[in-house]
C-alpha cells in the first residue's frame, strides 16, 4: 500500500511519477527538439522521476543533467523540481539520508522564492524519507506542515493525501484511533477523485487493526470494482492483500487462498517483483498451515525466485547509485574548483586595479608642481606593499599550493621569501620616490622664492 500511496502523493503534487517505459521512450524524443531553455530543464526532470519505481538508476542520469542546465540558466523553480526528484529517486533507492538532504536544499530556494507549492512539495519528500526509514513520529512533523499549507490552499485532496499519510504513520505507531480518524477524513475529502481507492483501502486496513472484521471487509469489496474499473492493480493488489489479513486473522484458510491467489494475480500485472513475492509468500503461508506440502513448495519456490531477482536487481541498483554519488560528488567538487578559481580571478583583477591606482597616485604625487608631504608617500607605500603581498600571493597560490602539496611549512617558507623580496624592494623604492618628491618640493620653494624676490626688486 505505501508503494500505491507514493504513486498517488506524487501525481497530487505535480511529480510526474508514473514509471512507464513507453512515458520515458516519448518524452526522450520531446528531449531531442527542446533548445537549452526551462522547458529542457523540466522535460529532463520529468524523465528521470519517469524512471522513479522502475529503473531509478537511469532517472538519477536525466536529473542530474536538469539540475545542472537549471543552476546554469538560473531557473529556480526548475531547481526545485529537479532537486525534489533527486531526492524521490534516492529514497527509493533507499539512500534515505541523501534524499533527505536533497530535497532540503528544495526547501532552502523555495522559502527564498516563496514558492509554498515547492515547499509543500519538500516537505512530502523529507516526510516520506523519514516514514520509509520507520521514523514515524519525524514524518508526522514534516506531515503536519504540508497540512497546514493545504488548509491555506483550502485544497480538498491535497489535504485528503496528507491525511492518507498521516493516517498510515499513526498506524504503524499504534495509536489506532488517531489512525481512524485521519483515514476517515481522508476518505470523506477523496470521495469520488483519483484517491478514492487508496483512502478506502487504507481505511480497511485501520479497520482490520482494530479487529472490526465486518466494517474492513465492506470497504475492502467497496474498493475492489473502483480499482478494476480504473485498472489500478496496485491499489488492486493491495486491497486483495489486505482481504487476505483479514480472513487469516479469522482461520477462513479457503478464503485466503481464493484472495491470495487474486493477490498474485493482481500483483503480476502491476510488474512489481516485491508484491509478487508477498503474494507468494502468503499463499505459502497458508498451505503451509493446512498443511498441503506440494501447494506449499509450489509457493515458496516461486517467492525464492523472486526474492532473488529482487535481491540482484537491488544489487545492481545499489552499484549504480553508488556510481551516480560518485560522479555526484565529482561535479560538486569541479563546481567548488570552479567557484574558487572564478572568485580568484576577481580578487587578482580587484588587487592589479589597487596597484593601478594607488601607482597613478604615486605618479600624481610626483609630477604634480604642488608641495607634498612625505609622510602621503610612506602611507602609500605601505598601502602599495600590502596590495602587491595580496596581488603576488593570489597569483602565484596555485602553484606554490600543487609544489609543497599543502603543506603548512613550506608554504609559511614561500610567503617569507616573497616578504623577504618586497621589503627592501619597497624600502628602496619608497626612499626613491621621496628624495624626488624631496628634491621636487625644493625645486618649487627655490622657484616661488625667485619669483617673491624678482617682485621685491621690481617695487
Known sequence: MKRTIFFWLLSLYAIPAFAQSKLADSLKLLLQKEEQDTNRVLLLAEIGTSYLFEKPEIGFTYAEQGLELS????????????????GHLNRVSGNYI???KYHMQALQISETINDQSGVALSYFGIAGNYEDEKDYKEALLYYKKIKQIEESLNSREG???????????????????????????AYEMLMNSRGETIAIARLASVHTAMNNYDVALSFYRMGIPIAIATSDNNALTELYSGIFTLFQKRQLYDSCIYYGKKELEAADKSGSPAAIAAACSDLFAIYKKINAGDSALKYLELAAVTKDTLITQ???KQQQLLSFQEESRQHEKQAELKAAAEKRKQDIQFAAIAVGIISLILLFFLLSRNIMNANWIRFLGVL????????????????????ANDSPILMLCALVIISAILIPLHHKIEKWVIEKMVEKNKAIRLAAARKTIEKLEKK
Open 71 to 86: 543552476r546554469t540558466i538560473n531557473y529556480k523553480r526548475g531547481e526545485i523540481t529537479c532537486l525534489n526528484g533527486l
Open 98 to 100: 541523501a534524499g533527505i
Open 159 to 185: 489535504l485528503g493525501g496528507v491525511g492518507l499519510s498521516m493516517g498510515l504513520c499513526y498506524l504503524h505507531e499504534g495509536q489506532l484511533d488517531s489512525a481512524l480518524k485521519y483515514e476517515q477524513n
Open 314 to 316: 537491488e544489487k545492481i
Open 384 to 403: 602599495a606593499l600590502l596590495v602587491s603581498f595580496d596581488f603576488i600571493n593570489l597569483l602565484l597560490h596555485p602553484y606554490l599550493s600543487d609544489y
